[in-house]
């Protein structure tokens, strides 16, 4: 088993995903040599894109390949997995490598997967460590299989090691691709728009979570927005119920904010939220559950009904600015 | 067509999550729900099978109370149900797939619709899975689903930051399904009676052809370190809000 860790880099209109780079920051907790590998159409200005954060590149290169398919990608990796013999294989928790990816990667490499991973190591075989039940306990498993690893890790686990300026070596493999046993036809990308005034430049973001409990307490929180001067958001759930616009979500599959205050006000704190406000200056949590996640993101915390609250702190804002 | 769903009955979010001096979690008293992403995924099995004149097979893998989840999903519209009851310590993303596709073996469906993940567990693997276990195809994050004359399926998948990728595919396919994309409808009273005359089968694992297949074993549990705790503000209502408010305004400067 070789030390090789290999690295698969995410991308998409000739641009990688730099969260790609804190694959390379994994590796580093296994001890092994960080390999990106790099599949597409022309890979040569993705490779130039991380050859100096990596120790070695491979990429691997047809024309099959110009959109990501699990079939395509599965059948560059996948041989050639089983020849070299990397001691793992990492991708990051997302849409297309994370979440379609690898399971057939380790489905096919005979191998199990352990996804979502916050922390990897060797300890009597590979292990990683994942959130589980809503983020209230870790589980640290351990695979019971040999050979090749299969893991995912969460965006923003890891730190991408810093540069070394080097340029690492790039290898530049075509490989054959059976397109008829590529069983994805991949059409339209369609981008989210992009509007001016939305919430990502906000100073003052109200955001309501499912604890708001119904549509006509929203306007209670509308007021409140109101009152501050913010913005309304929301996370998902309001957001999926047809309550307010998928403009104003936040989170992993909405928009990430930054504003200079953020209330969360019946929010749980589901990294896929978190990761869209976690770098707001100042962020206060309403929330009824004590041992709820977004307490540990908040600079204030309140264990209340947000109902009771709302109130108050409006008139109390309202005071305050005239 | 013949569209099966795969439900899991996870643990409530509400339920008092600990653990034991042993380090096991304690599972006494938990109690369990249908996992929110899989009722859109029945949901949407439901409207296709009206508009493609589709049967709907529910399936469930896992601690006795999925058989209220089967239910569920029969009373909102499924023709019928397939329960094996599997310890959750057994809980292992491939063994459940093992599980799941030998159930759905002989049942032969022309789609299976899942959630894109589990509410407790979140391992997002199962779906994709139990594609590669029968040979089918797989696609996730799906927020669109439909099924063009020439029998391909039309999905949309979503992306991160809110962007969006078409797919065509063929089926027989597996998609997962990401909430939003329908409003799962509330199971009416005069389905709730239909579902009792319904098929509920029960299968044991002994009555499958699985081997010994568990790849991953859960070695420990522990509580994720305390990050620097809010500093916490307690009071009546009113007492509270000016508390934020003058805090916000002298201490952070932000109001
Ligand atoms: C791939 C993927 C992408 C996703 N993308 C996003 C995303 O972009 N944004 C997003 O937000 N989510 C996203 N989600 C969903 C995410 O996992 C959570 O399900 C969601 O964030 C939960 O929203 P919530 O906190 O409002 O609801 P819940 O998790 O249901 O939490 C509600 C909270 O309100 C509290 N509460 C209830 N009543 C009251 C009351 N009266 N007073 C005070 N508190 C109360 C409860 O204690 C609880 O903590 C995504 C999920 C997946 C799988």
Request: hydrophobic share 45%; glycine share 10%.
């Amino acid at each position: 088993m070789s030390r090789e860790v290999w690295c698969i880099v995410e991308h998409r209109g000739g641009e990688v995903d730099n969260d790609s780079l804190q694959l390379f920051g994994a590796v580093h907790r296994l001890d092994g040599e960080a390999v990106a590998v790099v599949c597409g159409d022309e890979v040569a200005g993705l490779a130039e894109q991380i050859s100096g954060e990596c120790d070695r590149v491979i990429s691997l290169s047809s024309s099959a390949l110009a959109s990501f398919t699990p079939d395509g990608y599965a059948q560059a990796i996948v041989p050639l997995a089983l020849e070299r013999q990397p001691s793992a294989i990492l991708t990051l928790h997302s849409h297309f490598l994370g979440r379609d990816l690898a399971p057939v990667l380790a489905s096919r490499l005979g191998t199990g997967l352990i996804s979502d991973c916050i922390d990897v190591e060797w300890r009597a075989g590979f292990v990683g460590k994942r959130l589980v039940y809503r983020r209230k306990l870790i589980a640290t498993q351990r695979s019971i299989v040999p050979g090749i690893q299969v893991a995912t890790c969460q965006r923003g686990a890891f730190e991408a090691p810093e540069s070394s300026g080097l340029d690492a070596a790039v290898e530049m493999l075509s490989v054959e691709i059976d397109v008829d046993a590529v069983r994805w036809k991949v059409g339209e990308f369609d981008e989210a728009e992009v509007v001016v005034g939305d919430i990502t430049e906000a100073d003052v973001i109200v955001a309501a979570g499912r604890g708001v409990g119904s549509k006509e307490n929203l306007d209670s929180v509308q007021r409140l927005a109101k009152a501050i001067g913010g913005t309304l958001a929301a996370s998902r759930p309001l957001v999926d119920h047809g309550w307010l616009s998928r403009g104003l979500q936040v989170g992993s599959s909405g928009k990430t904010v930054r504003p200079r205050l953020y209330l969360a006000l019946g929010i749980s704190g589901a990294i896929q939220h978190v990761v869209g406000m976690r770098d707001s200056d100042v962020i206060v949590a309403i929330n009824k559950d004590p041992r709820a996640p977004i307490f540990e993101y908040a600079d204030y915390g309140i264990v209340a009904d947000l109902m009771e609250i709302i109130g108050p702190l409006t008139d109390e804002v309202e005071a305050l600015r005239g | 067509m013949r569209i099966a769903v795969l439900m899991k009955a996870v643990v409530e979010p509400e339920s008092r999550i600990g653990l034991g001096s042993d380090g096991e979690v304690q599972c006494a008293n938990f109690r369990y729900e249908l996992n929110e992403y899989d009722l859109y995924a029945v949901e949407e099995a439901i409207r296709m099978a009206e508009l493609y004149d589709a049967e709907v097979t529910v399936v469930s893998a896992g601690p006795e109370e999925a058989v209220q989840s089967l239910r569920k999903g029969l009373a909102m519209g499924a023709t019928d149900a397939i329960f094996v009851p599997v310890e959750e310590s057994m809980g292992d993303a491939f063994l459940s797939a093992e599980v799941l596709a030998d159930v759905l073996k002989p049942v032969q469906p022309d789609l299976i619709l899942s959630g894109v993940e589990s509410n407790d567990l979140g391992g997002s693997q199962v779906g994709v899975l139990v594609a590669e276990q029968l040979g089918y195809v797989a696609a996730t994050m799906v927020i669109s689903v439909k099924v063009g004359n020439d029998g391909v399926l039309n999905v949309r998948r979503e992306l991160e930051g809110g962007n969006f990728v078409d797919v065509d595919l063929p089926m027989p396919a597996v998609l997962t399904i990401q909430t939003g994309l329908n409003e799962p409808r509330y199971p009416s009273l005069k389905g709730i009676m239909a579902a009792k005359r319904k098929d509920l089968v029960r299968l044991e694992l002994s009555d499958l052809d699985i081997g010994d297949s568990q790849l991953v074993e859960t070695i420990e549990y522990s509580y994720p370190p305390r990050r620097e705790r809010a500093q916490m503000i307690e009071g009546s209502s009113e007492a509270i809000a000016s508390e934020l408010v003058s805090l916000l305004r002298a201490k952070d400067k932000v109001l």
